[in-house]
């Protein structure tokens, strides 16, 4: 049979093909017929699966409302434009909006999926996943894949933009090179806060986390940090241009990179960043040493941007507490508390504006605890939107160990997140074993224990403070007597006000913020002659000025108000106010008495 | 005289290989981190830990001598907080007692607050230090702050912390002179005139001792009593602070609020004004 079926196909091939060749076909077409059978189905499989796949994702990409993807394709296109016009209103509006609107409590689309929309375009969708996970970590709860993940992506960016051949193009606006800075830092915040949980891993995540290579070390963000500072030559910059270069001298001085917004910001912000990292870590003096260079005033460029202004101050002012520089600490509260003040009837629609308020509350803490240890009348304002707030905790803190609570209290509430510069041993399971079986301490609690020790050392002040008050000269004995305690005792918390009442505080024209001489910090003096101590205060006199400035401005609207209205009739007040007169002498008082509650104001404004 | 800061911020002994480790000056390179993708990295010599040798010797220099270098030793620290396996309790120990009597400035706390929780110790042949002498420390620190001075050396001397003498202040030249500089400055600024047996106490030594010492200082001593020469914080005086604001200044405000009231004629019209508004206030 067999020998006549290939008769039969040779005989059909032989019509014009060469008869051995059909027959070598024929036997490798049978071999490979089997063979092909497999592939096919494997094959099939395969397809079938792709095309489930890609069924799927077809689906995904289909469900991505139409808005959404229209919404990323301008996005893609403002960014391949450098148009930081157009790149801002999507940044700020745009995705905000669209969040709020269908992904309150899901995820973006993953960038795999929306990739097709940006032509593949690696860099866009480095930007792209920076705000899906930036999404994930603010609104949903971020898993270890999105921790992990998170923190490729972010090296990504800074590799593309460091290690490129030369500097990058890209553009992008000012706040967003704020917010990716600032997202990197919390990212690496809010991963060394969960690594540091031990006790509460799966079994996944302690295999990952115990692998070795460590996501977010501290070498590493700090790295990221000082490479972005580096690179841009902002410091050199900074320093060019307060001694006053012109723009070619500049330009000279920081090279390429350094020249282009892009660098430029992203240094600038990354000193802040510093300035951030060393805080959390427990390094006060390094964190103020790291803005050697960067002035704090209103014209400096962290102003640009109003949460990296804000965020700044806080920062700062709490490295200043920590250093036991209450005065600075409540000169930077205050200016910025101002600020805010002055800026809310415009931020109130910002995405940020929720976020600065939470600062904004938190330096309102600070504050209270800054003025609690040395107090000072800098700003009537604020104090009393800080008794406002915090009443009960300020009236507590200022009766000595009763109101270490309040201290605490208002520490705790207003500190920022600290972190260990070190994982638990999960690369060592019986030391993590031995880990998990000590109490720990954390790094928060710790920073507490040290602050409170010296706010202990200060207790006997305000009450001391308030005996020599109401004296010009009293004797130790007598004042040992009145405070009931041992005079050698009172005399050595003599010594504490006096220490209490001199700090060491900026004066105004040092560079460094380190810099500083020590300063009086309070209206009393008081000197000890052997046995008999003796006191003086220091008054301030009246202040004109912000009297006057008030007045004039009202005087200006009392002008402009008698300007604009109509003329009065000449003869009616006339007739009008003698008859008042008689009939009701007391009427014609208020006036002298509004007078003298005008100027007794300024008594006490002063 | 320079801001008492400056040198704080950069003691004149300082040598420049030092400040390059202090301020981070440092070349950058290019290299890998531990299993991360490489990332450009100015390898600060700041965070080298191989650049811990140079800190530990300046540190020893220190305790060998009357020298003090708070931002060097913080480094220190710094180091150990990122690399664990560097760290050493004896440098830690003798930070300490560096940043103990360093006042006005804070420095212990600042030390203290850059002690990581460490791991407990593998080693249990030879325990850690640190945590029974850091507690040690935080207690005399406190008294230093509270200004109680003799109850200072009587913990000190006590029984309770021989281990911390014997073994740790013993190294330190000079450890009990640097105490008496604190009650110096203490009594400095609170004291016009001060009994020499209460100071004696403060510096726990015999009254002639304390004389000596003091005389060192250039005080007086009269009738057992010690004259503080006057200094700006000894010296009372009841001031009104008052303000002073420059003319223009004011003058270009009021010019900017009231840009219709011409300046120089009708002043008379502005002091009416002005009344009026204080009446309406």
Redesign the interface.
């Known amino acids: 049979m067999d020998g006549q079926r290939v008769a039969y196909w040779a005989a059909e091939a032989e019509v014009d093909e060469d008869l051995e060749d059909v027959d070598l076909n024929l036997a490798i077409g049978n071999f490979g017929q089997t063979d092909q059978y497999e592939d096919a189905k494997s094959h099939i499989d395969e397809t079938t699966l792709l095309a489930v796949q890609q069924q799927m994702a077809q689906q995904a990409f289909a469900q991505i409302p139409d808005v959404v993807k229209r919404f990323i394709v301008h996005f893609y296109q403002a960014v391949q434009e450098n148009n930081l016009a157009e790149i801002s209103v999507s940044y700020e509006s745009g995705w905000n909006r669209l969040t709020e609107k269908y992904y309150a409590k899901t995820e973006w689309p993953e960038a795999e999926l929306i990739a097709p929309l940006v032509n593949d375009d690696p860099i866009f969708l480095i930007l792209y996943r920076e705000l899906y996970y930036r999404h994930v970590y603010s609104r949903l709860q971020p898993n270890l894949d999105d921790r992990f993940h998170s923190y490729?992506n972010s090296?990504e960016l800074?590799?593309y933009l460091?290690?490129s051949d030369g500097p990058v193009t890209l553009e992008l606006p000012e706040q967003w090179l704020w917010d990716i800075v600032d997202e990197f830092i919390y990212q690496y915040q809010s991963f060394s806060v969960w690594r540091s949980k031990a006790g509460s891993k799966t079994e996944e995540e302690l295999t990952s986390l115990g692998d070795?290579?460590?996501?977010w070390?501290?070498?590493?963000v700090?790295?990221?940090l000082?490479?972005l500072?580096?690179?841009s030559r902002v410091h050199e910059y900074i320093n060019a241009v307060q001694e006053g270069k012109t723009q070619e001298e500049i330009g000279e001085v920081v090279g390429e990179f350094g020249s282009l917004p892009l660098y430029r910001m992203l240094g600038y912000f990354s000193i802040l960043g510093l300035l951030r990292v060393h805080t959390m870590?427990?390094?006060?003096?390094?964190a103020l040493?790291s803005m050697e260079n960067v002035e704090l005033n209103q014209k400096s460029s962290l102003t640009r941007v109003t949460a990296c202004h804000v965020s700044t101050y806080y920062y700062v002012g709490f490295s200043y507490m920590?250093?036991?520089r209450y005065t600075d600490a409540t000169r930077t509260f205050v200016t910025i508390l101002n600020l805010i003040l002055r800026m809310r009837q415009y931020h109130t629609r910002s995405y940020q504006y929720d976020q600065i308020n939470k600062t904004a509350d938190r330096m309102y803490a600070l504050f209270a605890i800054c003025n609690a240890l040395s107090p000072s009348r800098l700003d009537d304002n604020i104090l009393n939107i800080v008794k406002e707030r915090f009443g009960e905790q300020v009236t507590k803190m200022s009766r000595g160990e009763e109101g270490i609570p309040a201290f605490e209290e208002l520490f705790t509430y207003a500190c920022p997140k600290f972190v260990?510069?070190?994982p638990?041993?999960y690369e060592d399971a019986d030391?993590l074993a031995?880990?998990l079986e000590?109490t720990?301490?954390d790094?928060a609690q710790?920073?507490l224990k040290?602050?409170i020790?010296?706010v202990?050392?200060r207790l006997s002040v305000p009450t001391l403070r308030s005996f020599l008050k109401l004296y010009t000269s009293l004797g130790t004995k007598k004042l040992a007597g009145f405070l009931d305690t041992d005079e050698?005792?009172m005399?050595?918390?003599?010594?504490?006000l006096?220490?209490a009442s001199?700090?060491?505080g900026r004066m105004g024209s040092?560079k460094?913020l380190?810099?500083?001489?020590?300063v009086s910090n309070n209206d009393l003096?008081?000197?000890?002659?052997?046995?008999m101590v003796?006191?003086?205060?220091?008054?301030?006199?009246?202040?004109?000025?912000g009297w006057?400035?008030?007045?004039?401005?009202?005087?200006?609207r009392?002008?402009d108000g008698l300007k604009n209205s109509p003329l009065p009739l000449p003869i009616k007040p006339a007739n009008t106010q003698p008859q008042q007169q008689p009939g009701q002498p007391q009427q014609s008082q208020p006036?002298a008495q509004?007078?003298t509650v005008?100027?007794g104001?300024v008594k006490t404004l002063g | 005289m320079p801001?008492?800061?400056?040198s704080?911020?950069c003691p004149p002994e300082r040598t420049q290989i030092i400040e390059n480790l202090v301020?981070g000056v440092g070349e950058?390179k290019q290299t890998h981190?531990?299993?991360?993708?490489?990332?450009?990295?100015?390898s600060?010599d700041r965070?080298n830990p191989s650049n811990i040798g140079i800190l530990e010797d300046y540190l020893y220099q220190q305790t060998r001598s009357e020298e003090y270098d708070?931002?060097a030793n913080?480094a220190i620290l710094?180091l150990y907080?990122?690399n664990?396996t560097l760290y050493n309790s004896d440098v830690v120990i003798h930070i300490l007692i560096k940043a103990l009597t360093s006042?006005?400035?804070?420095d212990f706390?600042?030390c203290?607050?850059?002690l990581?929780?460490r791991?407990?110790s593998?080693n249990a042949d030879e325990p850690d230090p640190l945590p029974s002498i850091l507690p040690q420390l935080?207690q005399l620190?406190?008294l230093l702050?509270?200004?109680?001075?003799?109850a200072f050396w009587t913990l000190y001397l006590s029984e309770e912390y021989r281990v911390l003498r014997e073994e740790y202040t013993v190294e330190s030249v000079s450890f009990e002179d640097s105490v008496r500089k604190v009650v110096v400055r203490?009594?400095k600024?609170?004291?016009?005139?001060?009994?020499v047996k209460?100071l004696s106490?403060y510096f726990n030594l015999e009254e002639t001792a304390s004389e000596a010492f003091v005389s060192k200082l250039g005080w007086s001593i009269e009738d057992g009593?010690v004259i503080v020469p006057p200094n700006p914080?000894?010296?009372?005086?009841?001031?009104?602070?008052?303000?002073t604001?420059a003319l223009p200044r004011?003058f270009t405000?009021?010019l900017r609020?009231?840009p219709h009231?011409p300046a120089d004629g009708r002043v008379i019209e502005?002091v009416k004004?002005?009344t009026?508004?204080?009446?309406?206030?």
């Open positions: 490729e090296c800074f590799n460091l290690n070795g290579g460590q996501p070390s501290s070498y590493s700090l790295n990221v000082y490479s500072i580096q690179k870590l427990g390094d006060f003096t390094l040493k920590m250093l036991r260990a510069a070190n638990p041993p030391a031995a880990y000590d720990h301490i790094p710790r920073h040290n602050f020790a010296d202990r050392a050698e005792e005399v050595q918390q003599l010594m504490v006096k220490q001199r700090s060491i040092e460094g380190l810099d500083g001489s020590t003096n008081f000197v000890i002659d052997e046995n003796h006191i003086t205060e220091s008054t301030v006199g009246r202040r004109y000025a006057f400035i008030r007045n004039t401005e009202h005087a200006q009392v002008y006036p509004v007078k005008a100027w104001g | 801001g008492p800061t400056s704080w911020v301020s950058s981190l531990k299993g991360i993708r490489v990332v450009y990295c100015g600060l965070y708070c931002l913080l710094k907080q990122f664990p006042a006005p400035f804070p706390y600042l203290v607050s850059l990581d929780e791991p407990s593998a935080q620190y406190a702050q509270q200004c109680r001075f003799p203490a009594v600024a609170a004291f016009t005139k001060i009994g209460r106490s009593v914080d000894n010296q009372i005086q009841s001031t009104v602070v008052q303000e604001i004011t405000s009021l609020i009231l009231i502005l004004v002005i009026h508004a204080a009446r309406t206030a």
